[in-house]
């Protein structure tokens, strides 16, 4: 083999390389004027606030996925995004694989009705019952007679991995629809008198009534207090063996700082910082 068809042999596998190296980078957020993000649907308006303003003041480009925890958990460890968003804590198994879950704030799980339900407040045994099945008609818990219509998110959810483990309902609630957003779960129960669901405090919109659990309204006061029981953390998921860096590491640092504060909680969610 001649020494010119061996050296353009060696040109061609080390622009191969640098094609690779290039793609790889891109696809792990290499992009110094690029931030994306990826993961729960309800930390939408906290997570989009915080980008507006971010954008707005850097310059810098920012993107979320709205695919739900278990996908953004995911597109972090498989690189396709710089920062996962998660309502629920990392479990065992996902921080044993080398990802890292810092708190940004704190959201209370609004358990919500249809506005012409006459029920207020549940307690939480209740909501347990409701869910598993136990409960079956309004009447039972001060409303009208009537088949009470479970509503709730799908496998993999942060929401409902969050509802479950507090009410203790894991793999044990009676669903009659299983879906894909937190919009959808407000939209359907506005839609259904009879109809019982579970969303992030930050999203309930007027068209549903949130129930008092216990007695305890779902406010920042009661959330940061505890004394609202059923909430959860808003977590940011990244990989321990990847450190930040660039854009991503300016947007981490700009939401978990205390200049983010305000805008987190005017957000409807309680900041961790």
Same mark, same amino acid.
Request: proline share 2%; net charge negative; with cysteine.
């Given at each position: ?29 290499? *992009?110094?004027?690029?931030?994306? $993000?990826?993961?729960? =649907?309800?930390?939408? #308006? %906290?997570? @989009?606030?915080?980008? +507006? ?72 045994? *209740?909501?347990?019952?409701?869910? $598993?099945?136990?409960? =079956?008609?309004?009447? #039972? %818990?001060? @409303?009208?007679?009537? +088949? ?126």
């Amino acid at each position: 083999m001649s020494k010119k068809v061996v050296m353009i042999r060696k040109i061609v596998v080390m622009m191969m390389a640098a094609i690779l190296s290039l793609t790889m980078l891109a696809g792990c957020g290499g *992009d110094k004027n690029a931030v994306s $993000t990826d993961g729960s =649907t309800s930390m939408e #308006k %906290v997570i @989009g606030a915080l980008g +507006e303003v971010f954008q707005n003041d850097t310059g810098i480009s920012f993107t979320y996925n709205p695919t739900g925890s278990g996908s953004g958990i995911k597109a972090v460890q498989e690189g396709r995004c710089d920062i996962g968003l998660s309502s629920r804590a990392l479990k065992q198994e996902e921080t044993d694989a080398g990802l890292v879950g810092t708190v940004l704030a704190y959201d209370g799980i609004a358990i919500i009705v249809n506005p012409k339900n006459s029920v207020s407040n549940l307690s939480l045994d *209740d909501v347990a019952k409701i869910y $598993t099945g136990e409960i =079956t008609n309004w009447s #039972k %818990v001060g @409303g009208k007679n009537a +088949e009470i219509v479970l509503i709730g998110r799908e496998a993999g959810s942060g929401t409902r991995d969050g509802f479950e483990s507090i009410t203790n309902t894991k793999d044990a609630c009676k669903y009659r629809q299983e879906l894909t957003s937190t919009g959808d779960v407000i939209t359907a129960v506005s839609q259904n008198p009879d109809a019982i669901g579970y969303a992030s405090v930050a999203s309930v919109k007027e068209e549903v009534k949130a129930l008092t659990i216990d007695g305890v309204a779902a406010t920042e006061e009661t959330i940061k207090n505890g004394s609202y029981v059923v909430q959860r953390p808003f977590i940011l998921v990244t990989k321990a063996d990847t450190p930040l860096k660039g854009a991503a590491l300016k947007f981490f640092d700009y939401i978990t700082s205390a200049d983010a504060k305000e805008i987190i909680s005017k957000a409807g969610v309680v900041p961790a910082n």
